[in-house]
């Protein structure tokens, strides 16, 4: 009996539970934003017109019984309008009421029923500053939680002022186009004063003036429709201001989003031809914008610009001929003006293969000016250095025109590297008695190898002597063509070669073939290289075989490394190297005598200016005097004459620099110098000071043999290598 009432009374307990639940499955929202983040001003009030809403999507269709259930909006940043209390029509909830319970709370009531559909809750808000979010809390009804989201933000700023690309100027000129965005939509346009729809252009530099009243201004995103812009110098008395214009924008009501304007064609003009080198600034100011101060143009001496037409400096092989490109443009108008001579020099490396070349010898594929070819029209000269073709000049076409930025195009010309060079090759270029040069680097000189040299010492009067020993190692793979490897030892009656050396591949894979002495020239020594590497090769050349009469004077013999496996395009692609040979109890040493390009470096006392064949470069200390020495930083003084920073090292009482054929040790605070460790005395020391290491730059001239020129009237240092 007690089982069967237990049994009924939780039947009637379940059956009163489920009527207080809903019929269909509890179902869940996606809830989204129908527009991105608004920006507006602090106190800004939402309209039906204008207000973001909240998107909730039900997956499923729900209906209730009982009391309507109710979910909550909040608010983070803003604050609800009294508008809220209202019942909304079914295009947002069905039979739904909007309830405002605070000034951040809002009340949903929904009806019992409600199908699988979209609907929208107003977000019709006050902004209160920063920035305004909304948050659902679902309570206990099927719209999901959705946690803080930003719908809204506020900003003092209405509209904000930028510039394009800096211009260069010099009597006029151009400058940056201006661009005005708004931040906060229809800011610059819907006010109904005219006064507030005035932008106001002034011109800061007191030595320029507007040109003309008549910038073009072109209206984007929201504005691009809009018509009725007007420009005007302001009056002052009965003339008008042409340093200050004024810009008239017409109302618009209708803007939905954030527009724009881009202000360009604004172009200045010198008062005088008394300049000063600086900046051209511009003042955007009016109602709706915080005045800005913008740069525009760049105020410059004539002058022009050398830059690299590839995307990156080319690699140039060393004896054989290599492609470049580059162009010459103007920096600020009329800088070329026509008839000039323009010379464009190579700061490495030359535009012809052999020694007395002539212009016949430049080789060009096309010449433009501003992209049309005058390759026909242009005659060139050549400019010559120790009789290698190094530069070329030619004079401004006379068609040139003067109304834009011209630019001079060289495309494919071919260059050369000798043995012996290495690293960066700068095309410098100026206008005779105009500017300063211009250049740029067009390309890398990558070193074919690195010889090792063991010399042999011989005794007059005796026969078959063997010594001797030289190792070629390619810096990468493929730079020993296939062709002719050729030793050339100083040519010296009473020498002979009996028997060739021996001669291995001790690294890599590069394949040689016949090894022999020139039936011509006895002197010679020929390898032929059959294929090139696949890896890159070291050769070995030992055990020379040598017969010396006794009428062979005492003294040092030079070697010379050529061929066209080493140089295949270039008459001056040989690698001499003094000393292999030695005759006698001879004290001398084997010194690389490469064929590099004669340097001429200066220093100025107190200047942190250096110039390097005529090129401006900067330390990043002065030169200065002590005790009547030149002293400068020793990095610079070994780029001036043209030592790589890697063969300079550094260690805490020490630095070395590491030459072919030399090694030179400098210590700190004293006056000797260790030169392949033989100790000399120099004359002054060698001072570490403020973390750099300076050096008597005469002294360390004088030990690799670089004449030094002292100007004392301009305090100037001039060392010719």
Request: aromatic share 6%; net charge neutral; glycine share 8%.
């Amino acid at each position: 009996m007690m089982n069967w009432y237990k049994g009924i009374v939780l039947r009637l307990l379940l059956l009163s539970v489920l009527l207080f639940i809903p019929n269909d499955v509890m179902a869940q929202s996606d809830n989204t934003l129908t527009k991105n983040t608004i920006i507006e001003e602090k106190g800004y009030r939402f309209s039906m017109e204008d207000a973001n809403q909240l998107k909730i999507q039900l997956n499923d269709p729900v209906t209730y019984k009982g009391d309507p259930l109710f979910f909550y909006v909040n608010l983070e940043g803003a604050k609800w309008l009294e508008s809220m209390n209202i019942s909304v029509p079914p295009s947002y909830f069905t039979a739904a009421t909007f309830k405002k319970i605070s000034d951040t709370k809002l009340e949903v009531r929904i009806g019992n029923s409600i199908g699988r559909s979209t609907y929208y809750i107003p977000l019709l808000t006050e902004l209160t500053g920063g920035e305004a979010k909304v948050s659902i809390d679902g309570g206990a009804t099927e719209i999901s939680n959705m946690p803080l989201t930003v719908f809204a933000v506020t900003s003092d700023q209405k509209a904000v002022v930028s510039a394009g690309d800096m211009t260069a100027v010099r009597e006029e000129g151009t400058t940056a186009n201006i661009r005005i965005d708004e931040i906060i939509k229809g800011s610059l346009t819907e006010s109904a004063r005219a006064e507030n729809r005035i932008i106001t252009l002034t011109l800061l530099n007191p030595n320029y003036e507007f040109e003309n009243d008549k910038p073009v201004v072109t209206p984007g995103r929201a504005y691009y429709d809009m018509l009725g812009i007007s420009t005007n110098y302001v009056s002052v008395g009965n003339k008008s201001d042409k340093s200050v214009i004024r810009i008239q924008l017409p109302q618009r009501s209708d803007i939905k989003t954030q527009g724009s304007l881009n202000i360009s064609q604004i172009k200045v003009k010198a008062k005088s031809k008394q300049l000063q080198l600086g900046k051209v600034q511009i003042q955007v100011s009016g109602p709706e914008i915080q005045d800005t101060i913008i740069t525009v143009a760049e105020i410059l001496d004539y002058s022009i610009n050398v830059s690299n037409r590839l995307t990156a400096p080319s690699q140039i092989r060393v004896g054989s001929k290599n492609n470049i490109s580059f162009s010459i443009k103007e920096q600020v108008l009329d800088s070329m003006i026509p008839g000039k001579t323009v010379e464009v020099v190579l700061s490495k490396g030359y535009f012809s293969p052999r020694a007395n070349a002539s212009i016949t010898d430049l080789k060009v594929e096309s010449i433009k000016l501003n992209n049309q070819d005058i390759t026909s029209q242009v005659p060139v000269n050549a400019i010559q250095k120790e009789g290698f073709l190094i530069g070329f000049s030619f004079d401004v076409p006379k068609g040139i025109d003067t109304t834009k930025l011209n630019e001079i195009q060289f495309n494919n010309v071919l260059v050369y590297a000798p043995n012996g060079t290495e690293g960066e090759v700068k095309i410098r270029a100026n206008i005779a008695g105009i500017m300063d040069a211009a250049s740029a680097s067009v390309a890398v000189i990558k070193p074919l190898s690195a010889v090792n040299i063991e010399p042999i010492r011989l005794k007059a009067g005796v026969k078959d002597q063997v010594g001797g020993r030289i190792i070629i190692t390619e810096t990468d793979k493929d730079m020993i063509q296939a062709g002719i490897i050729e030793l050339e030892i100083e040519k010296e009656s009473g020498i002979s070669f009996p028997k060739e050396p021996i001669v291995t591949v001790i690294t890599g894979d590069i394949k040689l073939g016949d090894v022999r002495y020139d039936g011509v020239n006895p002197n010679v020594l020929k390898i032929d290289v059959l294929r090139t590497s696949r890896n890159a090769s070291s050769i070995e050349i030992k055990n020379f075989v040598v017969t010396a009469d006794g009428t062979v004077p005492d003294g040092g013999y030079k070697l010379t490394i050529k061929g066209s496996a080493i140089a295949p395009d270039i008459a001056s692609g040989a690698l001499e190297y003094n000393n292999f040979m030695i005759i006698g109890a001879v004290q001398i040493d084997v010194v690389p005598t490469a064929p590099v390009q004669k340097i001429i470096s200066q220093f100025i006392i107190g200047s942190e200016a250096y110039d390097v064949n005529g090129e401006k470069r900067n330390m990043d200390a002065k030169a200065y005097l002590e005790g009547g020495r030149t002293m400068v930083p020793l990095r610079y003084v070994a780029d001036a004459i043209g030592i790589t920073s890697r063969d300079i090292k550094f260690a805490s009482s020490t630095v070395t620099l590491l030459i072919p054929g030399q090694t030179i040790v400098l210590y700190d605070g004293e006056s000797i110098a260790k030169v392949n460790d033989k100790e000399l005395l120099i004359n002054g020391k060698v001072i570490v000071k403020e973390g750099r290491t300076y050096v008597p730059v005469a002294e360390v001239a004088r030990l690799l043999g670089i004449k030094v020129t002292w100007i004392p009237e301009t305090k100037t240092a001039i060392f010719e290598k």
